[in-house]
């Protein structure tokens, strides 16, 4: 688990080892443990080294293999790379560590670019072929690691951030109207390939890209799940599904044990951690560390979920933290929180994440957690509206649980200068819910936010706020077997029991009843959700900023009236609007000052 970057040239200069170096000096802080570069003509390498696997200078970064003629750079974790090392020892390959790193390299030696066909894990990969001056970029399944790009015509840069490809320098900052309207319509999600910023684009999940010496390139996406009932399982009960399911997390749990430093979990108190924490107790994990953190409530909202993690901390015997956190650290966090985001993120829990990261980085380096569960397993409360709704109503159906706000009331926000002329989110969804694969319309909505809003808004929170401590955090139920399983359930299983019912019948017997039957709680952070005093002081800065009135984005009139009733305007989820409005502009004045 690292942070990554690199530059390739295609107008024959030599790449900049001193722009590199300043992007890889922007990845500090996901990769402490070490740093390394490598340059040859029109590439250069760079890396930043969180040590989890084969902790010696040996699994050191770039990895070079001369013999091979192969530079690799690569953040993530491979969990099957004993097995694959195995398969590549009889195929003749020799290694000088014991890393997944070089089982990466060895891998693409050995299958060029099937080799992410093999690999269970998340990761980002580049690899410099260097007979062929050929680059190839590869990201994992469900985009749990980011790859970030920049490609003009005189070269390509990549990184593990944004903010790193900014501090590079050259990169286009001029906002994206369409992924403009993504942010403000989608819950602040802008599927890949674009990114807010113009210059700036994402390697979409499960997808290997070829750059050839020339700049011309090639995209193969690798891998797509199905969400369609499988005719070999249809005689299967609802136990069986149960089973099945249960079966999966045991694995994904335990391959998510590999490293050479203790793995801990993040344990909320809601039942996808918790079973989380009771699997690996029962497959005899002692000494597990368990980590639940907790602020001051607010507006009438209790701001920690003790209750339910402490009872699971109990049961399972594991050594836990219960993290509460001062109100006087929550302000200064706000701003912190944002400069860690590769792109702005609008949920409150941002900053939760943020603090827990940092308290949980002095203790261990790598945790489970539980996210993904709810895309993946029907549990949030817009799934059930879509039950019963036919297929060709479905894009509407979902537009109106799920948006922000309808496209009609766009142009009361915005100023014009900044509207698309067409709805371009309801032409996105609409397109996504067309591809063949998606049986009903509860199966469409489930395969749009488990391959695209649970990449670019849950998964991708988690990975920046942890990686801003130097923190590694797997999420199981994102193995990509167990989400494969998932699509073929039938989702009235998934909609049972007020959601996730198939994971909470699974559950039951294994996790304390008290967990299964609670409401379904959220990562509390009531000041910001209800905003007043120095928080709404702050987001009222940033929204009456010279550059939010240079950039002029939002109508002043509309701004006004939130700033008079910050609290009243909602999204369709329940999101704070000004917020929403608040949070872009202090991510754009956090980004100018990364590309000074």
Not at 76 to 105: C, M, P, W
Not at 177 to 198: E, G, N, W
């Amino acid at each position: 688990m690292c942070g990554l970057a690199g530059e390739l040239r295609f107008d024959g200069t030599v790449a900049d080892v001193a722009t590199l170096q300043r992007m890889t000096g922007c990845l500090e802080r996901r990769g402490p443990d070490g740093s390394g570069t490598w340059a040859r003509g029109p590439v250069a390498l760079g890396h930043r080294r969180l040590s989890i696997i084969d902790l010696s200078v040996n699994g050191a970064q770039p990895m070079v293999d001369p013999h091979l003629g192969l530079t690799v750079v690569f953040n993530g974790i491979i969990y099957n790379y004993k097995q694959l090392r195995a398969e590549l020892q009889a195929a003749g390959h020799r290694f000088f560590s014991t890393s997944d790193s070089e089982v990466v390299l060895k891998a693409y030696a050995e299958w060029g670019t099937a080799f992410v066909d093999r690999f269970l894990g998340m990761f980002a990969v580049a690899v410099f072929e260097h007979r062929t001056g050929r680059l190839v970029l590869a990201r994992d399944r469900l985009g749990i690691k980011p790859l970030y790009v920049d490609q003009r015509g005189d070269r390509i840069r990549f990184a593990s951030t944004l903010p790193a490809l900014l501090a590079g320098g050259g990169v286009d900052t001029s906002i994206d109207r369409v992924a403009l309207a993504h942010y403000m319509t989608f819950h602040s999600v802008v599927p890949a390939p674009r990114t807010i910023l113009t210059g700036v684009r994402k390697l979409p999940p499960a997808t290997v890209r070829v750059v050839e010496p020339d700049g011309a390139s090639r995209d193969t996406v690798y891998w797509t799940p199905e969400f369609t009932r499988d005719p070999d399982r249809r005689g299967w009960t609802a136990r069986d599904w149960e089973e099945a399911l249960l079966d999966k997390l045991r694995v994904a749990v335990d391959r998510r044990m590999v490293a050479d430093v203790p793995v801990g979990v993040l344990l909320s108190g809601g039942i996808d951690s918790s079973l989380v924490v009771a699997l690996l107790a029962e497959a005899g994990q002692t000494g597990l560390s368990t980590f639940s953190i907790g602020f001051e409530s607010a507006g009438g909202e209790s701001g920690d979920e003790f209750e339910y993690s402490s009872l699971v901390a109990e049961r399972f015997g594991t050594d836990h933290h219960r993290i509460r956190i001062d109100s006087a650290r929550l302000l200064p966090a706000v701003d912190a929180t944002v400069a860690a985001m590769s792109e702005p993120m609008v949920s409150h829990d941002c900053v939760a994440f943020y603090l827990l990261g940092e308290e949980v980085s002095q203790h261990v380096k790598v945790v489970q957690s539980g996210q993904g569960a709810d895309e993946v397993l029907g549990g949030y409360d817009w799934y059930p509206p879509l039950s019963g709704v036919p297929r060709d109503g479905a894009v509407e159906a979902y537009s109106r649980v799920f948006f922000d706000r309808p496209w009609a009331a766009m142009g009361s926000v915005l100023e014009p200068e900044w509207m698309v002329a067409d709805d371009a989110p309801t032409a996105f969804i609409a397109e996504q819910f067309g591809r063949h694969g998606a049986e009903t319309s509860v199966d469409a909505a489930l395969r749009n936010d488990t391959t695209i809003m649970l990449v670019d808004d849950p998964v991708k929170r988690v990975d920046n706020m942890t990686m801003a401590w130097g923190l590694e955090a797997r999420v199981p139920f994102l193995d990509h077997e167990l989400v494969e399983l998932a699509g073929r359930i039938p989702p009235e299983l998934k909609l049972a029991d007020g959601g996730k019912g198939v994971l909470k019948r699974a559950a039951r017997g294994i996790v304390p009843d008290e967990v299964i039957d609670r409401t379904k709680g959220y990562f509390p952070v009531p000041a910001i959700r209800q905003l007043e005093g120095p928080y709404l002081e702050r987001v009222r800065e940033a929204l009456t900023d010279p550059a939010a009135k240079r950039r002029g984005l939002f109508r002043p009139d509309a701004v006004e009236a939130m700033l008079a009733d910050p609290n009243a305007t909602r999204t369709t989820l329940g999101s704070n609007a000004l917020w929403q409005l608040a949070l872009l502009e202090m991510w754009l004045q956090k980004m100018e000052d990364v590309g000074r």
